[in-house]
């Protein structure tokens, strides 16, 4: 039996609310429609730290690709990347070191068509429209494997995507498939929301994104925890500081450090030791 299901494309449908349209209402942009603004709202009832938690996600998101460029990463897969906004993977990669190379994948039709005509015209970057939970398609994908050569260590991004898929053991054999494709001095980077510091705002939450039909899986009364997180790294060499509360990973100059009593995503980098050229 195949590890993984081949799933049919996502159809654009704007009557169901979608997670990366909702994400783009919390951080104030214009692509979304009424059904993702009216699941946006409710979930800003039960949480209104919500635009809040975003930014902080991708600030974490710029500090691990800057963290992972000086350590000499240059191929990086984003993998539901979300809609365009500030601070994107291939601007930070880029910045920090001129040449790396960058594919998005998203399995939203509309994050895709917006992507790619957006980075159309830069070398460099790619983006493909695919499925996390059918690993194999994205690194096999033959635009991934123009730009990304998975015989050269390369940084998976995991960030704040998994959250959606509410199967525990389906996420644990993508992170897995993932860990065992890549070679040695690869890198997971996984941020992750968890239900630790405000479990009765989660759990609401939870509920929100299953009865909106955001998240797919079967039903669960709660939202992962910081230790289900931990346990994704296994196998990787967890960097410091571990799996902790986000604007606690590697904060820089002029950022607190963070509230982490406010922000409930976690995160972490793992790194795939080994032989050089092992897989
Ligand atoms: C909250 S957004 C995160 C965006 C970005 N990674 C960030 O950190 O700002 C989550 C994204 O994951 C995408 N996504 C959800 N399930 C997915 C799946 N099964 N395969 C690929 N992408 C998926 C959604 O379409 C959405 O664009």
Redesign the pocket.
């Known amino acids: 039996m195949a590890a993984f299901t081949r ?1 049919e494309p ?1 159809v654009f449908d704007p009557t169901t609310p ?3 349209r909702m ?1 783009d209402y919390f951080v104030g942009g214009k692509d979304n429609f009424a059904a993702d603004r009216d699941a946006a709202r409710r979930a800003l009832e039960i949480a209104p730290e919500l635009p809040m938690m ?1 930014r902080e ?2 600030r ?2 710029g500090r691990v690709v800057r963290h992972l460029a000086a350590a000499g990463i240059r191929q990086f897969v ?6 365009p ?1 500030q601070g994107s993977v291939h601007q930070v990669a880029q910045a920090a070191a001129p040449g790396s190379r960058v594919v998005y ?4 039709p509309v ?1 895709v068509m917006h992507s790619q005509a957006l980075l159309d015209d830069h070398r460099n970057t790619a983006v493909i429209e ?4 059918d690993p194999e398609q994205i690194l096999g994908h033959p635009r991934l494997n123009e730009l990304i050569d998975l015989r050269e260590p390369v940084a998976i ?1 995991l ?7 509410s199967d525990d053991d389906l996420v644990a054999r993508i992170v897995g498939h993932l860990r065992d494709a890549v070679v040695p001095g690869s890198h997971i980077a996984i ?1 992750h929301s968890v239900s630790d510091l405000r479990p009765e705002v989660t759990a609401k939450l939870g509920a929100l994104y299953l009865d909106r039909g955001i998240v ?1 899986g079967p039903r669960r009364e709660q939202v992962r925890s910081k230790g289900d997180i931990e346990r994704l790294f296994d196998g990787l060499t967890l960097l410091e500081p571990g799996v902790v509360y986000i604007p606690r990973w590697h904060p820089e100059e002029g950022e607190a450090g963070g509230n982490p009593g406010a922000v409930w995503s976690v995160g972490g980098v793992g790194r795939k030791d080994g032989p050089a050229g092992a897989r």
């Open positions: 799933l996502v979608n997670e990366a994400y975003c996600g991708r974490f998101l984003d993998i539901g990347c979300g809609l906004t994948v998203d399995n939203d994050v695919a499925d996390m939970r991004l960030l704040f995507s998994m959250d959606v898929i941020g797919s």
